[in-house]
């Protein structure tokens, strides 16, 4: 098992910037790929960026240039530097831990809301 806790988030006016880190404990040794998806209401939970343990980096499409994503392999923990925020950044911002190469598993942190305004 895999616990996540999110810090970060909050109010921001467009075009500023956020932080938001992500430590996890538990069985650290088995994950893979660290990662934030995104939830806005009424809209599907969605792939932000992630991370793999080599450091390789995907990103979605709709924040390549602005967020970027680390992870401290040492410290079990990632981050995601948002730069340039726009009021559609607005949404729930979940962590993911994933683990397993055949079978995946999912972990999840409980949410972090980030509101932009206009």
């Known amino acids: 098992q895999v616990q996540l806790v999110e810090s970060g988030g909050g109010l921001v006016q467009a075009g500023g910037s956020l932080r938001l880190s992500c430590a996890a404990s538990?069985?650290?040794?088995?994950?893979?790929?660290m990662g934030w998806y995104r939830q806005a209401p009424g809209k599907q939970r969605e792939l932000v960026a992630k991370?793999?343990?080599?450091?390789?980096?995907n990103y979605a499409d709709s924040v390549k240039g602005r967020f970027t994503i680390s992870r401290d392999n040492a410290k079990n923990t990632v981050s995601l530097q948002m730069n340039s925020l726009k009021p559609e950044d607005t949404a729930v911002y979940y962590c993911?831990?994933?683990?397993?190469?055949?079978?995946?598993?999912?972990?999840w942190g409980q949410g972090t809301q980030v509101t932009v305004s206009s």
């Open positions: 993911n831990a994933q683990s397993g190469l055949v079978r995946i598993t999912d972990y």
């Open positions: 538990g069985s650290t040794f088995s994950i893979n790929y």
């Open positions: 991370i793999s343990s080599a450091d390789r980096t």
